[in-house]
């Protein structure tokens, strides 16, 4: 289907084209929404000296006196037209439609509608459900009540229920530490006296963290239990401190399958307006040219657990609080998911190691023939 819509600044093109007493030159800038209108039939554009000019058409002019494009008016009357006749061949009642939906394999589609017909499909749908005709152990689900296709689905249930994946085990977090893990210790101890805010991302043979004091007991028990768990199932917790621009980069992971998966703990922030200081105004006041930042960014109480900003495995997998879960409760998708990028790698590898033994076969054959063409006899 065609879509006619226009953003506003494709709208405003039409209105300036519209309007010149000629034909309007169309800056460089504005080459792709004058595309879009000429795409539509809304303007003409001829090649003029060293760039585009355009003149607005009947439909353009049609569009902006009423607000659509002419062949959508003409498309919705001839759909009104064949509304009867449409209706006429829905379902007549509930019975009749899932007796359809049994005879043809997964859905039903009715591409958008008219009022008429829309409403005997909807007649039909609350028919089948109000009056038991859905059989036992199915669900019978219908998208487009408002707008845009019909589509009629019947569903086993038990089959939709076998081809769900199994629920992810959670992993209970505990509510104190009796005997915390040997990294949970040392990063305790490497708190120091700080009473606002914890930063231990720069620190050796500890935990990465960075947020506000008053989570830190909180992120100490999800690491806790998050180690505990991935050393429980064979796999190997390592720190690690390494050489990047010069600098040394501490870094946490997980080792699954000989695969290290780097960590980090933090907080997350919100933007906020900045609010100046004294000191601030006063250095304003002695170089009025300085320019003060307009945000500082606030910690807002949500951890975010995952790879941390810059490593290859950076977008790859992250959770944190949201709005109906809880980091805590998502510490088995974590490992979860680690474990299939294990995988995954894994697979890639043989596949290249097998592809690689078929290139060298390929060699060897291509050698061997070659040297048996060339012998004297």
């Not at 707008?147 to 249930?157: A, K, P």
């Not at 199994?166 to 949970?184: E, G, Q, S, Y």
């Not at 506000?212 to 190997?236: F, K, P, V």
Request: charged share 30%; aromatic share 6%; net charge positive.
């Amino acid at each position: 289907m065609v879509k006619y819509a226009l953003t506003e600044p494709q709208i405003n093109l039409l209105r300036e084209v519209a309007a010149a007493t000629g034909a309007m030159p169309i800056p460089p800038s504005r080459t792709q929404r004058s595309w879009v209108l000429e795409q539509r039939g809304l303007i003409k554009r001829t090649w003029r000296g060293s760039g585009h000019v355009a003149v607005v058409t009947a439909d353009g002019r049609y569009f902006l006196k009423r607000g659509k494009h002419p062949r959508q008016v003409q498309g919705e009357r001839e759909r009104l037209e064949g509304d009867a006749a449409q209706a006429a061949r829905a379902p007549a009642d509930g019975a009749e439609l899932v007796s359809r939906l049994q005879s043809v394999p997964g859905k039903i589609v009715v591409p958008d509608p008219a009022a008429q017909t829309r409403g005997r499909w909807r007649a039909a749908y609350y028919d089948a459900l109000h009056h038991g005709h859905v059989p036992k152990g199915h669900k019978l689900r219908w998208n487009g009540r408002q707008r845009g296709d019909c589509v009629f689905t019947l569903v086993d249930e038990e089959a939709e229920k076998a081809a769900q994946p199994p629920p992810v085990p959670a992993i209970d977090v505990p509510k104190t530490l009796d005997r915390p893990h040997r990294l949970v210790r040392a990063t305790r101890k490497a708190f120091g006296r700080s009473q606002s805010v914890v930063d231990t991302r720069g620190k050796p043979e500890v935990l990465p963290l960075y947020l506000s004091r008053a989570l830190a007991d909180r992120a100490l028990r999800i690491m806790h239990t998050l180690l505990t768990e991935a050393e429980s199932r064979g796999y190997a917790v390592e720190t690690q401190t390494d050489l990047k621009h010069g600098e040394a980069e501490h870094t946490l992971a997980i080792v699954i399958r000989g695969r290290a998966f780097p960590l980090v703990l933090t907080e997350r922030t919100t933007k906020v307006p900045h609010e100046p200081t004294s000191q601030e105004l006063r250095q304003q006041d002695r170089a009025p040219w300085t320019r003060l930042p307009k945000y500082d960014e606030e910690f807002n109480d949500r951890l975010a657990l995952g790879a941390p900003t810059g490593s290859r495995y950076q977008h790859s997998y992250s959770y944190s609080d949201g709005a109906r879960w809880t980091l805590e409760s998502r510490l088995g998708h974590l490992l979860q998911g680690l474990e299939r990028l294990a995988g995954e790698a894994e697979r890639r590898e043989r596949e290249q190691e097998l592809r690689e033994a078929e290139q060298r076969r390929s060699r060897r054959l291509a050698s061997s023939r070659s040297s048996s063409t060339g012998r004297w006899f």
